[in-house]
């Protein structure tokens, strides 16, 4: 959270008044970035000459002495008000303790992460230095002072064409926005005409107020159902009859979180429309998003895939599960469609993780309860505002370094740092089981 590092608030502090002496957790945070900083300078000074790997991590909102909510004792003015102000402390108390449980992790876990550093062997096998790890074990950029890429540095686009799909909120639509407002066609993929409409008459005045000196932006409707495949085929048909190239695809739709239902083609919704709907494309840029919390997948199990109202499975228990399962499917995918297109197609696909984003999708809903309001407010705390969130998959769709680096079937997290995901999606044979099972659902439906 620190802005920067004000030099002149550090050394005799005490004699000049710095806007950092106001707060505690401003000069907290400022130490904190000045660690990150100091591990990047070290592990580039020892880069190739040692065998020193200096790497730094945050263990996560850990229960210790130093984060466990203080009991409050009775102070003047509650001596003097009485029984109601101290019902009301008493209750503030009650929920500090109740939200430092839910929220914290016990110390056996928040060890984890730096015991990750210390004792693994892929941090040498894989040359891991001057990197950031979070809980746990996950590699992420440190933070925005030092995000890997910015809104100011995405080049002209002019004739450049881009498709983005679910482009009428959220994540697709703060992407249709950078890419417009920097020169690109876009085509707004969307299921509803009317919503598509209204979003393509908000982000013209939103590119007007935000990039006065941006060319007028081309922005036009696409009709896209992802949850059947051979609307999802009538779309492309109807792209390529507009006799234009295609150079970016964000393929951004999703849905999570709701109840278990059948597509069109009776597969599973969130598989279908997260997995399923992104088959059939070859633009230049292929970016599919992705998550985390794929990792939260053990694996696929194919038979709860195809007609599953008809197979009660343990994936139709929890709506989580189904979405990690298609989260996982989207990072494979990408792999296998990479490994196919191979280095010189000049096609490069990869797989982009927003961070936790503040959407309709992961926003709470307030029922107005004291428990919606905290978690309101626990969101509004963690989630990244889309404009910032948009910028990995804007790296992955818009940055030369893609074309410069051969960067393909990798997957990436924010702020465009490129991370690992789990072991189930980087085997290349399981991939291949998914290849094979998508290929031949997409044949069967295209041909019903």
Known sequence: MAAGINYDAIYKAGETEQPYHHSHYSRYARSKLANAMFAIAVARRVK???RLFVNYCRPG???TEGTQPASRGKGEEEEKVGWPLSTIHQVKDWLSVWTHKKITLPIEKGVLTQLYLATSPGIENKGIEGRYFWPVALELQPCKFLDGYSHSQIPDLTGKVAIVTGANSGLGYATTIALAAHGAHVFLACRNQGRAQEAIERAEEEIKSKYPNAPTPQLEFLELDLGDMNK???AAQEFMKKGLPLHILVNNSGIAGGPLGLSADGIESEFAVNHMGIKESHPSRIIIMSTSLHENAPAINYDTIYKTGDIPQPHHQSTWDRFYRSKLANIMFAKALARRLGNESGV???CANPGYVSTEVTRPANGGSMLDGLKGWAHSLVAYPVERGALTPLYLATSPEIDE???????FGPIANELEPSNYANDEKLQEELW??????ANEKLKA
């Not at 094979?436 to 659902?441: D, F, G, I």
């Open 48 to 50: 190739d000459e040692t």
């Open 61 to 63: 909102y850990v229960s």
């Open 232 to 234: 999802t085929r009538q």
């Open 348 to 350: 490069y696909v990869n």
């Open 405 to 411: 680096k051969n960067i393909t079937g990798r997957y």
């Open 436 to 441: 094979a099972y998508s290929q031949k659902l």
